[in-house]
Nanobody, 123 residues
Framework: QVQLVESGGGLVQAGGSLRLSCAAS????????MGWFRQAPGKEREFVAL????????YYANSVKGRFTISRDNAKNTVYLQMNSLKPEDTAVYYC????????????????WGQGTQVTVSS
């Protein structure tokens, strides 16, 4: 199994930027597709961005497309989420997740989760 630890959350003003990191340990990192999800208070968890095993393919939720960028460094066993032009509606707990499903884009394959990091965007 893989263990995931997120970092980089915090409080930022609207229009600002944050970069989240997720460090993985355990099994070989490149065996996993990786993703970022988020959950706002009173709402269900939603997908934000996915990245395939080598980073050659990415997929974004419409709400963050053009503002967020997911990337990974397999040598450092880390996946990142660069968040620019942040909005108050981006406020949520952000979770890193891993999938060993053959279909990297299948949301139900993301079965391994970190503990989450809080992102708060003030208006």
């Amino acid at each position: 199994q893989v263990q995931l630890v997120e970092s980089g959350g915090g409080l930022v003003q609207a229009g600002g930027s944050l970069r989240l990191s997720c460090a993985a340990s355990g099994r070989t990192f490149s065996d996993y597709a990786m993703g970022w999800f988020r959950q706002a208070p009173g709402k269900e968890r939603e997908f934000v961005a996915l990245i395939s095993w080598t980073g050659g393919n990415t997929y974004y939720a419409n709400s963050v497309k053009g503002r967020f960028t997911i990337s990974r460094d397999n040598a450092k066993n880390t996946v990142y989420l660069q968040m620019n032009s942040l909005k108050p509606e981006d406020t949520a707990v952000y979770y890193c997740a891993a999938s060993d499903d053959s279909k990297w884009y299948a949301l139900m394959g993301y079965e391994y989760w970190g503990q989450g990091t809080q992102v708060t965007v003030s208006s």
